[in-house]
């Protein structure tokens, strides 16, 4: 037998021990014999398994892939398959993803963005001062040129801003929170503002208003004494004044030629405080622009510590206490609101939790009655903020939550943010409503339009913070309201407004085909040519029957009746007037609920929006606390 070594190495040919018979047999053999078949032996011994490998065999028809024997011509096939599926399809749709191409188009815009590019233009056509070439407004020309020349400390005077309604005075009051408002649309929903392509013209009629607005003071000081309440009067009353002024006398803003003076206050804690808010709320829309909002912030804080004084703890006067130019326009019944609602704003520009203190103040809730369950209280308008207040530091409540001290005053204003929500309902008898759906925040006064989109807009403002934080709705005591239904309120109003209502007629100037064509609006009636009417020339066209020769785009009326009936007459003020409140709710609200734009939908808010910049519990540099004594 032969020896083999697996592991390599020599390999010893040795024979085995044989038995006698053995060799006797082998002694009787042949020789040569014997040696001929050993080397015939070793010969295939060698071949077999010392001298190599046998002679190579031709390759195997199979691929031997572990579990499956593949045919080598299939695996083959195979690949090649592969290969020019990739040439054939891969690479065709590789090269095609590359091309860059343009942007798919916007989806058509709906109804609310359309009525949002006419409600700006309200604002262009209401501008004060020297008008630039690209207002937009043909019949519109420089006006106002020497408003506030009897104001000897304010250089330049008090030249620009707006005019308020149909007449040509500027209600410093009103046209803040206008201001306010516009500056709050356009940091919850900056990114639909550019989807629609407004953001840099609402920006520009924002500071249009704030740069006049910081005129109205010495805004580059850290303590003041006045400020400037409006410009322009009228005198009101059974017995109607023939001195010329601003609504005995019917003349487009570029034909005015009666004295129009500017009203100094020395208390304004209610005007103050609305202003404060108005430059506050500009400085985060604007803080892209430094050194510009900036200067807001510091005529915000400026104005806030003129507001408060000598501490809220005392009673002052409200602007327009015993101000007989002021008080049948624009008189303010508190200003408590404005103490919680500034001092918000200001907190949220400048990060100073000293103002967070203060408007989370307990006290100060009580005294501005915050928490009381009182119907007029929970109507969001240019007289009573609380509601937006109250939204305003439920927001803080709902993204931050910062916590001790100040949870119990946010737990406060966020139940009564939700309880005003809960009031918007018809179903649960707060409000009436017309028979066409309109609510009646105003129980049926003049003007009811301006308070229905104000409050429109906080319902969908607060339907989108709730869907911000993914919650899905709130209880009305046993009633489970989800978010949907705020906002379809919300809608249902402005669809009243643009024209889904018994009459079938838009309130919205320019909007629709059927829309009020006697407006009470002095640029708007009077034909736009080189005639110069007197102070009382003008009444012809006050009076006439014919339609407005300027039509004044975008403008919101006051408003029909509790019956829904409308009365498109020049003489019926109440229901034919504009006002900078009510286009500037009307915008705000427009944007929240519509849809239009590139991708940007309902529920868009950015609720980073008043944090990003300033971190708002930690600031890197806080501004010094106001100067008041709770």
């Given at each position: 037998?032969?020896?083999?070594?697996?592991?390599?190495?020599?390999?010893?040919?040795?024979?085995?021990?044989?038995?006698?018979?053995?060799?006797?047999?082998?002694?009787?053999?042949?020789?040569g014999?014997?040696?001929?078949r050993?080397?015939?032996?070793?010969?295939?011994?060698?071949?077999?398994?010392?001298?190599?490998?046998?002679?190579?065999?031709k390759?195997?028809?199979h691929?031997d892939?572990g579990?499956?024997?593949?045919?080598?011509?299939?695996?083959?096939?195979?690949?090649?398959?592969?290969?020019?599926?990739?040439?054939?399809?891969?690479?065709?749709?590789?090269?095609y993803?590359?091309?860059?191409?343009?942007?798919p188009?916007?989806?058509?815009?709906?109804?609310y963005?359309?009525?949002?590019?006419?409600?700006?233009?309200?604002?262009?056509?209401?501008?004060s001062?020297?008008?630039?070439?690209?207002?937009?407004?043909?019949?519109?020309g420089?006006?106002?040129?020497k408003?506030?020349?009897?104001?000897?400390?304010?250089?330049g005077?008090?030249?620009?801003?707006?005019?308020?309604?149909?007449?040509n005075i500027?209600?410093?009051?009103?046209?803040?929170?206008?201001?306010?408002?516009?500056?709050?649309?356009?940091?919850?929903?900056?990114?639909?503002?550019?989807?629609?392509?407004?953001y840099d013209?609402?920006?520009e009629?924002?500071?249009?208003?704030?740069?006049?607005?910081?005129?109205?003071?010495?805004?580059?000081?850290?303590?003041?004494?006045?400020v400037y309440?409006?410009?322009?009067?009228?005198k009101?009353g059974?017995?109607?004044?023939?001195?010329?002024?601003?609504h005995?006398?019917?003349?487009?803003?570029?034909?005015?030629?009666?004295?129009?003076?500017?009203?100094?206050?020395?208390?304004?804690?209610?005007?103050?405080?609305?202003?404060?808010?108005a430059?506050?709320?500009?400085?985060?829309?604007?803080?892209?622009?430094?050194?510009?909002?900036?200067?807001l912030?510091?005529?915000?804080?400026?104005?806030?510590?003129?507001a408060?004084?000598?501490?809220?703890?005392?009673?002052h006067?409200?602007?327009?206490?015993?101000?007989q130019?002021?008080?049948?326009?624009?008189?303010?019944?508190?200003?408590?609101d404005?103490?919680?609602?500034?001092?918000?704003?200001?907190?949220?520009?400048?990060?100073?939790?000293?103002?967070?203190?203060?408007?989370?103040?307990?006290?100060?809730?009580?005294?501005a009655?915050?928490?009381?369950?009182?119907?007029?209280?929970?109507?969001?308008?240019?007289d009573?903020k609380?509601?937006?207040?109250?939204?305003?530091?439920?927001?803080?409540?709902?993204?931050?939550n910062?916590?001790?001290?100040?949870e119990?005053?946010?737990?406060?204003?966020?139940?009564?943010?939700?309880?005003?929500?809960?009031?918007?309902?018809?179903?649960?008898?707060a409000?009436n409503?017309?028979?066409?759906?309109?609510?009646?925040?105003n129980?049926?006064r003049?003007?009811p339009?301006?308070?229905?989109?104000?409050?429109?807009?906080l319902a969908?403002?607060?339907?989108?913070?709730?869907?911000?934080?993914?919650?899905p709705?709130?209880?009305?005591?046993?009633?489970?309201?989800?978010?949907?239904?705020?906002?379809?309120?919300?809608?249902?109003?402005?669809?009243?407004?643009?024209?889904?209502?018994?009459?079938?007629?838009?309130?919205?100037?320019?909007?629709?085909?059927k829309?009020?064509?006697?407006?009470h609006?002095?640029?708007?009636?009077?034909?736009?040519?080189?005639?110069?009417?007197?102070?009382?020339?003008?009444?012809?066209?006050?009076?006439?029957?014919?339609a407005?020769?300027?039509v004044?785009?975008g403008?919101m009326v006051?408003?029909?009746?509790?019956?829904?009936?409308?009365n498109?007459?020049?003489?019926?003020?109440?229901?034919?007037?504009?006002?900078?409140?009510?286009?500037?709710?009307?915008?705000?609200?427009?944007?929240?609920?519509?849809?239009?734009?590139?991708?940007?939908?309902?529920?868009?808010?950015?609720?980073?929006?008043?944090?990003?910049?300033?971190?708002p519990?930690?600031?890197?540099?806080?501004?010094p606390?106001?100067?008041?004594?709770?």
């Amino acid at each position: 037998m032969y020896s083999a070594n697996h592991w390599g190495g020599s390999f010893d040919i040795t024979t085995d021990g044989a038995s006698e018979e053995d060799d006797s047999r082998n002694t009787d053999v042949d020789g040569g014999a014997l040696s001929a078949r050993q080397h015939h032996e070793l010969d295939e011994t060698q071949q077999g398994w010392l001298l190599g490998p046998p002679e190579a065999k031709k390759k195997g028809r199979h691929v031997d892939l572990g579990c499956v024997l593949v045919k080598r011509k299939v695996l083959w096939w195979a690949f090649w398959g592969l290969v020019a599926g990739f040439v054939l399809v891969g690479l065709p749709i590789i090269v095609y993803k590359s091309i860059p191409r343009r942007a798919p188009p916007p989806p058509p815009p709906d109804q609310y963005a359309e009525a949002l590019h006419k409600a700006l233009l309200f604002f262009n056509a209401q501008k004060s001062g020297r008008i630039p070439k690209n207002n937009g407004i043909p019949w519109r020309g420089n006006s106002g040129l020497k408003d506030g020349s009897d104001a000897k400390d304010v250089k330049g005077g008090l030249v620009g801003g707006y005019y308020d309604a149909g007449d040509n005075i500027k209600f410093h009051f009103p046209m803040a929170f206008s201001m306010t408002l516009l500056s709050w649309s356009v940091i919850e929903y900056s990114a639909k503002y550019k989807a629609v392509e407004e953001y840099d013209h609402v920006r520009e009629l924002i500071k249009w208003g704030t740069d006049y607005l910081l005129h109205t003071f010495n805004s580059s000081a850290s303590t003041i004494d006045h400020v400037y309440a409006q410009v322009g009067a009228a005198k009101t009353g059974k017995i109607k004044s023939r001195t010329p002024d601003d609504h005995y006398c019917w003349n487009r803003p570029e034909d005015m030629a009666y004295p129009r003076p500017s009203l100094p206050v020395t208390s304004a804690p209610d005007l103050g405080g609305e202003i404060a808010a108005a430059l506050a709320a500009a400085s985060i829309a604007f803080r892209d622009d430094a050194a510009y909002s900036k200067k807001l912030v510091h005529g915000a804080v400026t104005m806030f510590g003129f507001a408060t004084g000598d501490g809220w703890a005392n009673e002052h006067a409200t602007y327009s206490r015993h101000q007989q130019d002021i008080e049948p326009f624009y008189n303010s019944t508190s200003y408590w609101d404005e103490y919680v609602w500034g001092a918000a704003w200001v907190y949220y520009a400048t990060g100073n939790t000293t103002y967070l203190s203060f408007a989370a103040d307990p006290q100060l809730a009580e005294r501005a009655k915050a928490f009381d369950d009182v119907l007029d209280l929970s109507v969001f308008s240019w007289d009573n903020k609380l509601p937006g207040a109250g939204l305003l530091l439920s927001r803080l409540r709902m993204f931050l939550n910062p916590g001790y001290p100040y949870e119990q005053s946010l737990v406060g204003y966020h139940k009564e943010s939700r309880l005003d929500m809960c009031k918007y309902f018809r179903r649960f008898g707060a409000f009436n409503f017309t028979r066409g759906g309109l609510a009646l925040f105003n129980h049926g006064r003049g003007q009811p339009l301006q308070y229905v989109v104000a409050n429109s807009f906080l319902a969908a403002l607060f339907a989108d913070y709730m869907e911000a934080i993914n919650v899905p709705g709130w209880y009305c005591g046993p009633n489970f309201m989800p978010t949907q239904d705020l906002r379809a309120f919300a809608k249902s109003q402005l669809n009243y407004i643009l024209g889904d209502n018994p009459r079938k007629m838009s309130y919205v100037v320019g909007f629709g085909n059927k829309y009020p064509r006697h407006v009470h609006h002095r640029g708007a009636s009077t034909p736009h040519s080189r005639v110069k009417y007197s102070c009382t020339g003008g009444y012809k066209w006050r009076d006439s029957k014919k339609a407005d020769p300027n039509v004044i785009t975008g403008a919101m009326v006051g408003g029909p009746d509790r019956n829904d009936r409308f009365n498109d007459s020049r003489m019926a003020f109440g229901q034919t007037e504009p006002t900078l409140v009510g286009n500037a709710g009307l915008v705000a609200a427009l944007v929240a609920v519509t849809s239009s734009g590139r991708g940007v939908g309902v529920g868009a808010v950015d609720k980073n929006s008043m944090f990003s910049a300033v971190p708002p519990l930690f600031p890197a540099t806080p501004p010094p606390p106001p100067a008041w004594k709770p």
